[in-house]
């Protein structure tokens, strides 16, 4: 993720302008070029034909594809503009369509829609089946998830929305990111339906270790 040394935008006074700034430095540690084996393995079995996935922040995550062509109609949300064309570019979709900011297009099986736009400014997506949150949350300093980010996921989705949530935590200082620790009793009070599946202890990476975080912690959250 960028690395808030390296930038010189403040995430909280101007966070677009931040990550506008990480994307143009190359600062995309976080993208991976496969699909996340926690996505798989939690999709894999379940049937999201004509389901409604959204997917905040979503740079140019290649998950979207993997929902996609399992019949979903994936949502994604990011605000800098190169992710959302790297994406359709770089995985060669034919027939995108864009209008105002909203890139689409119609897979086989399903269909992809990216909002160009500030998840923040979302008043309304429609029916949202399953949330899936991978480095999203995370991304975000504590001031902002808790003003901006889950008032957004609270408006957007509703009781019934099948959520996946992959969150991190350590025992270093809680603003120091992005990626941002979040404790799991900020994610229990936010989604109220939670459980913690899992808990994995790793070694942090090197910029964590730099600053004295040895290990950090991935939890993975389904309702
Ligand atoms: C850490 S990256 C994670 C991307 C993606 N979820 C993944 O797994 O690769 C966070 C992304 O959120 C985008 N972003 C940050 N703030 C945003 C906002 N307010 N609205 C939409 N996108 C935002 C950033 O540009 C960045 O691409």
Not at 30 to 54: A, C, R, T, W
Not at 104 to 118: A, H, M, P, W
Not at 132 to 153: F, G, Q, V
Not at 176 to 182: E, M, R, V
Request: aromatic fraction near 12%; include cysteine.
């Amino acid at each position: 993720m960028p690395d808030q040394r390296d930038i010189k935008k403040n995430q909280i006074e101007d966070n677009t302008g931040f990550w506008q700034e990480g994307w143009d430095k190359g600062f995309t540690g976080f993208h991976q070029s496969e699909f996340n084996p926690v996505m798989e393995n939690y999709f894999n079995e379940k049937d999201i034909s004509g389901k409604n996935i959204l997917v905040p922040l979503c740079g140019k995550s290649l998950d979207m594809l993997y929902l996609a062509n399992k019949g979903a109609n994936v949502i994604g949300v990011e605000v800098v503009k190169e992710p959302v064309e790297d994406f359709f570019r770089e995985n060669e979709i034919p027939n995108m369509t864009q209008e105002d900011g909203i890139y689409r297009c119609q897979l086989d099986k399903g269909s992809i829609t990216i909002y160009n736009k500030d998840f923040f400014a979302l008043e309304n997506l429609g029916n949202i089946d399953y949330l899936y949150d991978r480095a999203s949350n995370i991304a975000l300093p504590p001031s902002m998830r808790k003003e901006k980010y889950y008032p957004t996921i609270k408006r957007l989705i509703n009781n019934e929305t099948k959520i996946l949530l992959l969150t991190m935590d350590h025992n270093g200082p809680q603003d120091f990111g992005p990626p941002f620790a979040i404790k799991k009793s900020e994610t229990t009070e936010f989604y109220p339906d939670i459980n913690l599946d899992r808990e994995l202890s790793v070694k942090a990476m090197d910029r964590f270790q730099e600053a004295g975080i040895k290990k950090i912690k991935r939890l993975i959250w389904t309702n």
